[in-house]
């Protein structure tokens, strides 16, 4: 219950129905905030309680100094959680593990419990086996089922033991469009003490790309697991009042151009710009000019440029698409009456104060894809051809073969060389949440098809829309036969490709690829393309927009001048262009105003939570605690509390340590924890091996998170890791010092280390961890026996993952690097100054012996909160404590 000492609860009447609201516009300084602001501002003075939220945070909130480096603490209270499957199993899995170990330290179960509205969309697992057929869909959903019904029965028990816990199941939507489509309020309402209360919608999810969601003006941003596991049990989110950077837009999109564009270039000026850490928030008469599904795409890239959020305040654009989707009339005139009576409608005509500004005007953006290893690498579509021929060589090895090669599809005879596109996936939340580019690519299929083009042999294509609302559209304005014509087939609703799960190429083409060492390529329209996420096989990964994935199906090649080069001839023999084909805005247009309606939102969302008959048929534990099967490889109960006690021990310093690995600049969450396929040679792979489990059946990392075995094995195990103790060696190996530095895998060496009581360090350069929310990078890391990852730079999430796990988080300092130190990796390290955290303060830094070498390093423990987390070993066993009383 609010304190409310000064005075903000008031009354807001809206349908004849009366709302408690907190009025931010009665404290001093509100005003001028920025839209996010605003919204952290209700929210700290919704949740006062006189000792985690009093008056002087609320006070310096509201003054707020842009100028000023942030160094006030404050706890925000998301409205409520959503998760995806592959972060959702592990979370799940933690929450009823945790309620054995309450009882195991004399606590009730029953308060191991969400506190806040939990919804998990499965959205992960389904991988593109089968494509290119009719019945694509049916099938892959069957083996989906028949390779995940352990985890499938392990949610739906959860649905029933956790209040406040739903679950959309598989073959639905993608978690984001769901989001933003059904589960986001942007107000929201409960029942507090007998009184209804509105406030803003607020969220946290475990997917990094949970801020497509701030398009429609709902501040949240991704988490890993852990994180959102303290939200769910009432814990409130550390965190420094951010630096908001103002992001103004003018003009207008050119013709020809797509969302896609758009945010391909705000990613690469936020990159550049800097932005890691803070909120971005758009502004400016550009905005009204911004539709939703651009609002959103733009949104959930956020990740990509750094940001802990990306967000467009509310306005007629954003009532306009809770219409469309289907939301009540009661709901949209709350939405529109709350945001103006608290001064968090958008004003065009009004600049909000900001840290920093940037500014773009839409008319300067152009055509564009970016690659191949990461989304700000924007390329301007005239500039691919020749930005290919430069990187390709880079990509060959000593085995790489130059020519073209036979090869069989089907019953095709065809050939497969060096920059050939083998991947072509209409997929993830990015895009195929936006009516004008999903439709721009089936009206470039249809143009296609009628001039007699076809997709090239040794291109998979794929389909995988955000939701069903996008082959519901499809169906009805009849485009649905050209995208099939092509190959684009629907093969499931999902992340599908961009998670990783793009399946197998064609054996033939996979024999090829690998025999010759071939450097090939991915297309699609998603939002990563690290390295070796995509598809084992595959070297160079490109993100572009629906219609150009289309289009580059009809190329086959990344070596193509979409300006003057063929996509093949017409049925008269002529040559035909790319601008022969591309459908123009008003086309676009005419087709999205004839075939999409409110109707179809109230119909695919009735009944979200029902499931098919598969669903309906899974044979579901009751219960309030699970019964662990002990020969699940899929879900297994993890050691987090093996042996806690009820109070934690001191923290120690770090005696003794050695190095695990050296890594260089942009190492992401997907090299530290892959999400992708699991290699029978790898210690995961022995693992299942040995728990009989077929290589068939292996299924993926991501899958596999609710088994801690096979996650820690999987730790380090992407095959494109570079681990600077060695030389020319990709994937997970190192050196073990204690056996002469011999060459082994990540995780054996893990094993003679903790065996022999040796702690371990990572050393790592800049944008450590950049990439998903994954909980498991951290987790892994922990459970390898870590002690601290030593790097030139963080990025947000991972860094808070680590301390939720106890591993410290340090960073060189004065420019410094393993490099520049001279650290070979062979030293044994010491860490002095963490028993300061001890006293309750947090050292600024912590002194480093490597050897013969000394140094300083930052501790990034960056606010009280992640202090009690790290001196009680980690996140969950804060809370634990903090429920058990």
């Known amino acids: 219950m609010s304190k409310n000492s000064l005075g903000t609860k008031k009354n807001l009447t809206v349908a004849g129905k009366d709302y408690e609201i907190f009025d931010i516009s009665a404290v001093e300084g509100a005003a001028n905030l920025p839209f996010s602001l605003k919204v952290l501002l209700e929210n700290l003075l919704r949740t006062e309680d006189g000792a985690n939220i009093t008056a002087d945070h609320i006070k310096a909130l509201a003054q707020w100094d842009p100028s000023v480096e942030p160094d006030t603490e404050i706890q925000f209270t998301p409205a409520r959680v959503v998760m995806q499957d592959f972060t959702g199993v592990p979370c799940v899995v933690d929450l009823a593990t945790m309620r054995e170990a309450i009882v195991d330290l004399g606590g009730d179960p029953s308060k191991v419990n969400p506190l806040a509205p939990a919804e998990l969309v499965i959205d992960h697992s389904v991988i593109a086996d089968v494509f290119g057929t009719k019945d694509s869909f049916e099938q892959n959903t069957d083996i989906e089922y028949e390779r995940n019904r352990e985890r499938y029965r392990f949610l739906r028990w959860g649905q029933g033991a956790f209040d406040e816990f739903k679950v959309v199941p598989p073959g639905t939507g993608i978690v984001h469009q769901v989001n933003i489509e059904y589960l986001a309020r942007v107000v929201m309402t409960r029942t507090v003490n007998g ?55 003018s003009g207008e999109l050119p013709v020809g151009t797509t969302a896609t564009d758009m945010a391909l270039t705000i990613t690469e000026m936020l990159r550049k710009h800097g932005v890691v850490g803070k909120f971005v928030e758009f502004y400016g008469p550009g905005v009204v000019s911004v539709p939703m599904a651009n609002r959103t795409t733009i949104g959930n890239m ?98 790489t073969g130059k020519e073209a090669y036979s090869v069989n599809v089907g019953a095709k005879a065809t050939t497969i060389k060096n920059g050939d596109v083998v991947i072509a996936s209409i997929t993830s939340c990015t895009n195929t949440s936006n009516p004008s580019v999903m439709i721009g690519a089936a009206l470039l299929a249809k143009k296609a098809v009628e001039k007699g083009l076809t997709s090239k042999p040794w291109v998979k294509t794929t389909l995988a829309p955000g939701s069903k609302v996008v082959t519901d559209y499809y169906d009805r304005a009849d485009l649905t036969k050209y995208m099939e014509a092509l ?68 190329a086959g090649t990344m070596d193509h001048d979409f300006e003057n080069d063929s996509l093949g001839n017409d049925k008269d023999g002529n040559p035909v262009l790319l601008k022969d084909i591309w459908p123009s805005a008003q086309e676009i247009q005419t087709v999205i105003d004839s075939s999409i309606s409110s109707e179809m939102f109230k119909k695919d969302y009735a009944t979200v939570f029902d499931g098919d008959h598969r669903w309906k048929s899974l044979d579901t534990p009751t219960g309030k605690t699970f019964e662990w099967d002990p020969k699940s490889t899929y879900v297994r109960k993890p050691p987090y509390f093996e042996g806690m006690p009820a109070e934690p021990k001191p923290v120690t310093d770090i005696t003794g340590a050695r190095i695990l690995a050296i890594l260089g600049d942009s190492v992401t969450t997907d090299h530290i924890s892959p999400a992708g396929n699991i290699k029978a040679d790898s210690p995961a792979g022995k693992y299942l091996e040995a728990n009989g489990v077929d290589r068939k059946d292996f299924n993926s990392y991501g899958s596999r998170r609710g088994n801690h075995e096979v996650m820690i094995r999987g730790t380090f195990a992407n095959i494109r890791l570079k681990n600077l103790l060695l030389d020319g060696v990709e994937g997970s190996f190192t050196k073990n010092f204690l056996a002469n530095g011999e060459q082994t895998t990540i995780y054996d060496a893990s094993v003679a280390y903790q065996a022999a009581g040796v702690g371990l360090i990572i050393l790592a350069g800049k944008e450590y961890g950049s990439g998903s929310s994954r909980d498991w990078a951290a987790k892994g890391t922990a459970l390898l026996g870590v002690r601290a990852v030593i790097a030139e730079s963080f990025e947000r999430i991972h860094r808070s993952n680590l301390i939720g796990m106890g591993v410290l988080p340090l960073q060189f300092t004065n420019g410094a690097n393993a490099q520049s130190l001279g650290l070979k990796g062979d030293e044994t390290f010491s860490i002095t100054g963490v028993t300061a955290l001890n006293d309750g303060g947090i050292p600024k830094e912590v002194t480093v012996a490597a050897g013969d070498k000394t140094f300083t390093a930052k501790v990034r423990i960056d606010t009280p909160g992640e202090a009690d987390y790290y001196r009680h070993g980690g996140i969950m066993q804060y809370v634990l404590r903090q429920l058990r009383g």
């Open 195 to 249: 009184v209804l209360r509105a406030y803003p919608d607020t969220v946290v999810g475990t997917d990094s790309h949970t801020t497509m969601v701030n398009g429609l003006g709902v501040l949240g941003w991704g988490v890993g697991g852990i994180e959102a596991e303290a939200a769910l049990l009432g814990q409130p989110v550390s965190m420094l009042i951010p630096r908001v950077v103002g992001f103004k837009l």
């Open 302 to 399: 956020s990740p990509e440029y750094g940001s802990t959020c990306a967000i467009f305040p509310i306005d007629e654009e954003t009532l306009r698409y809770l219409r469309l989707t289907g939301r009540s009339d009661d709901q949209v005139a709350l939405v529109e009456q709350y945001a103006k009576a608290q001064g968090m409608w958008h004003d065009p005509s009004v600049s909000p104060r900001f840290s920093e500004n940037i500014e773009l005007d839409l008319s300067t953006v152009v055509s564009s894809i970016a690659g191949p290893k990461r989304p700000q690498d924007r390329i301007s579509l005239t500039a691919s051809k020749s930005s290919f021929e430069k990187i390709l060589p880079t990509y060959f090895s000593d085995k």
């Open 487 to 554: 190959g684009f087939n629907l093969v499931g609703y999902g992340c599908v490709t961009c998670i990783g799960n793009s399946g197998p190429l064609p054996i033939e083409i996979s024999k090829a690829v690998n025999e010759n060492d071939l450097a090939v390529t991915a297309v699609l329209s998603g939002n990563r393309n690290f390295e070796g996420r995509i598809s084992p096989d595959v070297k160079m990964n490109y993100l572009a927009s629906p219609p150009l994935v289309v289009a580059y199906a009809l």
